[in-house]
């Protein structure tokens, strides 16, 4: 019974709004221009039947428009995270630490025995001496030349020296730091940075490769932020500074937050590009690689309508209708921009105080293919 009243009612409301194209005593309004007056192109005319099927608002400029809500996840902050692999291959003989330990930078965390070790310890001592050597035959060519009893071909024959053993202790040096501190064939490696240890993988006794699987992986708790993935269409409406809303499943409330940096790199699979959010709040119950969805709130004050009043018209022509005068509607082109919750950004096309139609809008436009 429910659905032939609807269907009825629908009918009638249709049947009311186009009455004006047919209609002929004076209680519709007819749509058909006489010769000398009638309504400019794109405005219709209903009867006054017909305006109970239409429910209109006054646009109003709101504080806070619509913005974004993307996907998101809790990661790392840069520098706070880090991985730590064998540099050499060897054997595992001390592990200094649990999982769940804080360690300060600096602490030692597995000694390895990797015999190449010491070789690559050899290798730096030597080029340090021989740097010593070149640096100080320099400095004699030098004063030789300046007393006349030297040329200046021995002296730019030291020099070349000299800039040969200096890049070959800059990679001695390099070398050794890449294998750490420690004594002849041990290893210690060393936390860099403070924080928690995540993951222990190391076991004594168990054989490494260098550069093999991470012994050991340290993050700071503390050091979190949110990464929401944007598209790049809207990376024009996200700014540094704007408020935004996470909520993730695990937590019981949303976590608030700032946007700090916008990534200035669009990743080419996904159309998306990385805007970081710090956390304004408390990040203890926060884990890396909790997933969510982040809501950025503009700060911007602007024009919102239910999206249900735009139509989509063909070619993609977005449009509302206007109050144009009694019983009159103006079909009006509008730019719009995000829809959130609902309603849609209108970002050109209408002014604060008029009337748009936000129920019924599809009665009026028979061109219009769907609502937004």
Same mark, same amino acid.
């Given at each position: ?65 619509? /913005? #974004?809500?993307?996907?998101?996840? +809790?990661?790392?902050?840069? &520098? =706070?995270?880090?991985? *730590?692999? %064998? @540099? !050499?291959? $060897? ?80 990679? /001695? #040096?390099?070398?050794?730091?890449? +294998?750490?501190?420690?004594? &002849? =064939?041990?290893?210690? *490696?060393? %936390? @860099? !940075?403070? $924080? ?92 890396? &690689? ?83």
């Amino acid at each position: 019974m429910r659905t032939s009243n609807s269907i009825c009612l629908c009918a009638a409301a249709v049947s009311a709004l186009f009455a004006c194209s047919r209609a002929t005593d004076s209680r519709a309004v007819a749509t058909e221009r006489p010769a000398d007056a009638g309504p400019p192109s794109g405005v219709v005319s209903v009867s006054a039947a017909s305006l109970p099927f239409l429910k209109t608002q006054a646009v109003q400029v709101e504080a806070a428009l619509p /913005a #974004l809500r993307v996907p998101a996840r +809790v990661a790392f902050q840069e &520098g =706070s995270f880090t991985q *730590l692999s %064998a @540099p !050499l291959s $060897g054997r595992v003989v001390i592990v200094h630490v649990s999982s769940g330990d804080k360690v300060k930078s600096g602490d030692p965390l597995v000694t390895l025995n990797c015999p190449e070790s010491s070789s690559a310890r050899s290798q730096l001592a030597t080029a340090e001496a021989e740097l010593r050597e070149a640096q100080a035959a320099l400095a004699r060519e030098t004063k030789m030349l300046s007393q006349g009893v030297g040329t200046e071909r021995d002296r730019l024959s030291a020099e070349i020296k000299l800039a040969s053993e200096r890049a070959e202790y800059q990679r /001695a #040096l390099e070398t050794a730091r890449f +294998v750490g501190t420690g004594q &002849g =064939s041990m290893v210690v *490696l060393r %936390a @860099p !940075l403070d $924080g928690v240890i995540l993951s222990r993988r190391a076991t004594v006794g168990a054989a490494v490769s260098a550069g093999a699987e991470p012994l050991i992986e340290i993050g700071d708790p503390q050091a979190l932020w949110i990464i929401a993935d944007v598209f790049e269409r809207d990376l024009g409406l996200i700014r540094v500074g704007l408020r935004t809303s996470t909520v993730l499943k695990s937590l019981p409330q949303p976590v608030q937050g700032v946007v700090t940096s916008i990534g200035s790199v669009v990743s080419e699979s996904m159309r998306t590009a990385p805007v970081r959010i710090a956390c304004t709040g408390d990040v203890s119950l926060l884990r890396p &690689g909790m997933f969510g969805r982040t809501q950025i709130v503009s700060d911007e004050s602007g024009i919102a309508l239910p999206a249900r009043a735009v139509l989509i018209r063909e070619g993609g022509e977005t449009v509302v209708y206007v109050g144009h005068g009694p019983q009159q509607f103006e079909r009006r082109k509008v730019v719009i921009g995000p829809t959130l919750d609902g309603r849609v950004r209108v970002l050109t096309g209408l002014q604060p105080a008029e009337t748009v139609v936000i129920e019924g809008a599809l009665l009026l436009d028979g061109a219009a293919e769907q609502l937004l």
